[in-house]
């Protein structure tokens, strides 16, 4: 039987550090505080507001909710975004994307300050993680996978690790996240050949292509630790993974549940990173 990686005391953990960091901010005169933008009503994105809120909330930070209408132009978008990033009583911001489609993300994303892009989205973050200058901060949920593999042990340096997807979000992120740990990746994704002869040849495996139930038993093998980035709502509304839970659960060593895994950790890098935003102020 597999260890189960939850991530709720991994959560726990990190809100725990996040709270002392907060506390000795304010200590200093200064309040941590995230400013979010959402953009019309799509329930994922009102769904991880409402998760973030409770996240700062409960670690002292405070939060700005700013709510667009999905009619809203490019310029209106960036015009915000400036603002945001221009104010100093704002140290992260959380843009949610997709952004409807008639909106140009790539000028959009040029008014928001890499220093203050909490969930790594901009240009700037990105190229921060690959050149490992320091500047912005990872996706949330690519350094809610190490920080999993962190917490429960688990070694990664030398360890031969397969990613499965290829997003700016979590794939190519949390590659370059691992590689600066001296583990040794290889970069899948659903239109790799033969790809269940990749998969079980890492030590670690890491799934985040959107494609429920993917991952199958044939696709892992004993003794691997399998991290499940998927998110994915089925048919009757419920949560799933890219791993078929059942199946590759009775033959790994260790896997995040879906829900309760890598997701109920995303949030609490979210208040790490807006609190490093607001420590270099102080």
Known sequence: MAEILKGAPVAKEICSRVSAMVNTIKSKGLTP????????????????????????????IDIIRLVLPESVTTQELCSVLSRLSEDKSVHGILLFKPLPSHIDDKKVLENLCPEKDVDGITEGSLAGIFTGSGRGFAPCTAEACVAILDYYGIELSGKKVCVVGRSLVVGK?????????????TVCHTKT??????????????????????????????????????????????????????????????????????????????????????ERLV
């Open 173 to 185: 992120p949390v590659s370059q996240l691992l590689m600066s740990r001296n583990a040794t990746v």
């Open 193 to 278: 050949e033969n790809l269940m002869e990749e998969t079980v040849r890492g030590d670690i495996l890491i799934s985040a292509t959107g494609k429920i139930g993917l991952i199958t038993d044939r696709y892992v093998k004993p003794g691997q630790i399998v991290i499940d980035v998927g998110t994915n709502t089925d048919a009757e509304g419920k949560l799933r993974g890219d791993v078929n839970f059942n199946l590759a659960e009775p033959v790994v060593a260790a896997i995040t549940p879906v829900p309760g895994g890598v997701g109920s950790v995303t949030t609490s890098v979210l208040a790490l990173h807006v609190a490093k935003a607001a």
């Open 33 to 60: 505080t995230l400013a979010t933008v959402r953009v019309g009503e799509r329930g994922d994105d009102i769904y991880y507001e409402k998760n973030a809120a409770k996240r700062m909330d409960s670690v002292g």
